[in-house]
Nanobody, 114 residues
Framework: VQLVESGGGLVETGGSLKLSCAAS????????FAWYRRAPGKEREMVAE???????QYSDSVTGRFTVSKDNSKNVVSLQMTSLKPEDTAVYYC?????????WGEGTLVTVSA
């Protein structure tokens, strides 16, 4: 299983970014995917999750601003981020759990300037 994130970068407060996670080596239509982030000096936290049936969950801090989606035809999970805040600055990771194993991407850095 390989997860490769892209789309991070520097954005101003109030701006938007879209992250993508390309998945390979996994039956994409089965199971769930999630986005986590780790801000400087903080624990890693779950940001958004999308289940096999398309249901979504979000952390309180991003609800209403972030949207997770997946494209089964392209094996891509996306995270659309809007109204970004400096506290959203973090490395964002794509995650899935298969066959009792955690799989993580290398992460992509998002920096929101004040």
């Amino acid at each position: 299983v390989q997860l490769v994130e892209s789309g991070g970068g520097l954005v101003e407060t109030g701006g938007s970014l879209k992250l993508s996670c390309a998945a390979s080596g996994v039956t994409f239509e089965i199971g769930s995917f999630a986005w986590y982030r780790r801000a400087p000096g903080k624990e890693r936290e779950m940001v958004a999750e999308i289940s096999e049936d398309g249901s979504r969950q979000y952390s309180d801090s991003v609800t209403g601003r972030f949207t997770v989606s997946k494209d089964n035809s392209k094996n891509v999970v996306s995270l659309q981020m809007t109204s970004l805040k400096p506290e959203d600055t973090a490395v964002y990771y794509c995650y899935t759990f298969r066959w009792a194993v955690d799989y993580w991407g290398e992460g992509t850095l998002v920096t929101v300037s004040a």
